[in-house]
T-cell receptor, first 117, second 111 residues
Framework: GAVVSQHPSRVICKSGTSVKIECRSL??????MFWYRQFPKQSLMLMAT?????????EQGVEKDKFLINHASLTLSTLTVTSAHPEDSSFYIC?????????????FGPGTRLTVL | RKEVEQDPGPFNVPEGATVAFNCTYS??????FFWYRQDCRKEPKLLMS???SGNEDGRFTAQLNRASQYISLLIRDSKLSDSATYLC????????????FGGGTRLMVKP
């Protein structure tokens, strides 16, 4: 149980385009979803926390207008990287916690590798 | 100072060796502690939680020292498949179960 999926697993796009990444909890209701970013040889950095039906809370230094997060249902959150630039190239990972899984445990998706040319 | 600090390694050990990693955290109000394992280009996977009383799971033993604010992970009888990056993770006293990740310690087990 407690499976989280992400789509797409990999995306390559041109600079200036927008990219949407989906995060789904497959067998539990995720009241909270987290979005992380990981640059090569660095640790995961939390970008934002989203609760179903409310606005996301962004970490310091993360532009909310550039990284749009929508958590419209208990099983789906989306991260849209708007007007992506090469410096946005990174490994984006979501995690989810909530009912059905341990509320103290975050279950991670497999990640999305974004390359912006 | 980083909230969670780890020696990045790499630790290069032969198969069968015992290896230990330490991690220190700065927030004395931290609530929960974990070790995650991350393979190259993959998501982190929970290895084990860490309790003050210490806990063991097969070849893995985790310890928490709240007074000194450090966490340890001991791996006995290392296997080639143990090669990965081990992430020390702490949740704070703030609302929600927000995780703070250490930079990770890379382990390479050689035949």
């Amino acid at each position: 149980g407690a499976v989280v999926s992400q789509h797409p697993s990999r995306v390559i796009c041109k600079s200036g385009t927008s990219v949407k990444i989906e995060c789904r909890s497959l067998d539990f209701q995720a009241t909270t979803m987290f979005w992380y970013r990981q640059f090569p040889k660095q640790s995961l950095m939390l970008m934002a926390t989203s609760n179903e039906g409310s606005k996301a809370t962004y970490e310091q230094g993360v532009e909310k207008d550039k990284f749009l997060i929508n958590h419209a249902s208990l099983t789906l959150s989306t991260l849209t990287v708007t007007s992506a630039h090469p410096e946005d190239s990174s490994f984006y990972i979501c995690s989810a916690s909530g009912q059905g899984g341990s509320t103290d445990t975050q279950y991670f998706g497999p990640g999305t590798r974004l390359t912006v040319l | 100072r980083k909230e969670v600090e780890q020696d990045p390694g790499p630790f290069n050990v032969p198969e069968g060796a015992t290896v230990a990693f330490n991690c220190t955290y700065s927030n004395s109000a931290s609530q929960s502690f974990f070790w995650y394992r991350q393979d190259c280009r993959k998501e982190p996977k929970l290895l084990m939680s860490v309790y003050s009383s210490g806990n063991e799971d097969g070849r893995f033993t985790a310890q928490l020292n709240r007074a000194s604010q450090y966490i340890s992970l001991l791996i006995r009888d290392s296997k080639l498949s143990d090669s990965a990056t081990y992430l020390c993770v702490v949740t704070g006293s703030n609302a929600g179960n927000m995780l703070t990740f250490g930079g990770g310690t890379r382990l390479m087990v050689k035949p």
